[in-house]
């Protein structure tokens, strides 16, 4: 069986093995490390996160960063694309970050939401694909309560619908 291939199973191995694994802020990031993606210090990964399963290295997590259960980063469809998590960013549970995208520091992936696009630093998305809908005064994923975080959320005006 050629290196390359053997390298591979391992990388394979090293996901499984990180999505139940306890220590989400050690063991956890850890074996994410050991497969090549970059992750900062104090990030959190949660239980059953899927980091790109065949390029990790082209995954960067930045400092005090959440990424919450069941949250899949797929970083590349076809060429080497990348995602880059900048530092304090939440994203929230079963979450979905598409290849190409830079989520900006402090910014907040509500639970669910595809992001296609890259987010704006201080920002809160939602949907699919996500969309800003509101400004964030604080991190979500730094030392702030989260009544403090939902107090200094600003709501992101739509603009009027055209008439038919």
Known sequence: ???????????????????????????????????????????????????????????????RSVISI?????????GAEGITVEDDVFIGPGAIILPNVTIGRGAVVTAGSVVSSSVPPMTVVQGNPARPIAMCGVTLAGDHTLAAFYRSLRPIKKAPRAER
């Open 1 to 63: 069986m050629p290196e390359r291939a053997i390298h591979g199973l391992f990388k394979r191995a090293l996901q499984t093995l990180a999505r139940v694994a306890p220590g989400a802020k050690s063991l956890r990031v850890t074996l994410h490390r050991w497969r090549g993606v970059t992750i900062g210090e104090g990030a959190w990964i949660g239980y059953d996160v899927i980091l790109e399963t065949s390029r990790p290295h082209l995954v960067r997590i930045g400092a």
């Open 70 to 78: 069941r949250a899949m980063f797929v970083a590349h469809f076809r």
